[in-house]
Nanobody
Framework: VQFVESGGGLVQPGGSLRLSCAASGFTFSMYDMSWYRQAPGKERELVARIFSVGGITNYADSVKGRFTISRDNAKNTVYLQMNDLKPEDTAVYYC????????WGQGTQVTVSS
């Protein structure tokens, strides 16, 4: 199983970033895909999830209306579009696949600062 995460970086408050997570080694379409994040000194938290069936999504209250999760099963890729970023969004963002097993990406740093 392999994940290639990309799209993180440094952005000013109010800016946007789009994270991508390209997966291989398992049947992507059968797995629920999520983005988690972990800020320094804090526990890892769920940011957004998109289910394998129906494309149903759910979001943490802190990102509702600003972040959008999507998936492309033909490309085995999940995305997180992040708009109106705030300093409190600063964290390492992890891709997660949940199904028969639980798989994690290596993480990508997002820093929101002026």
């Amino acid at each position: 199983v392999q994940f290639v995460e990309s799209g993180g970086g440094l952005v000013q408050p109010g800016g946007s970033l789009r994270l991508s997570c390209a997966a291989s080694g398992f049947t992507f379409s059968m797995y629920d895909m999520s983005w988690y994040r972990q800020a320094p000194g804090k526990e890892r938290e769920l940011v957004a999830r998109i289910f394998s069936v129906g494309g149903i999504t759910n979001y943490a209250d802190s990102v509702k209306g600003r972040f959008t999760i999507s998936r492309d099963n033909a490309k085995n890729t999940v995305y997180l579009q992040m708009n109106d970023l705030k300093p409190e969004d600063t964290a390492v963002y992890y891709c997660n696949a949940r199904g028969k097993r639980d798989y994690w990406g290596q993480g990508t740093q997002v820093t929101v600062s002026s």
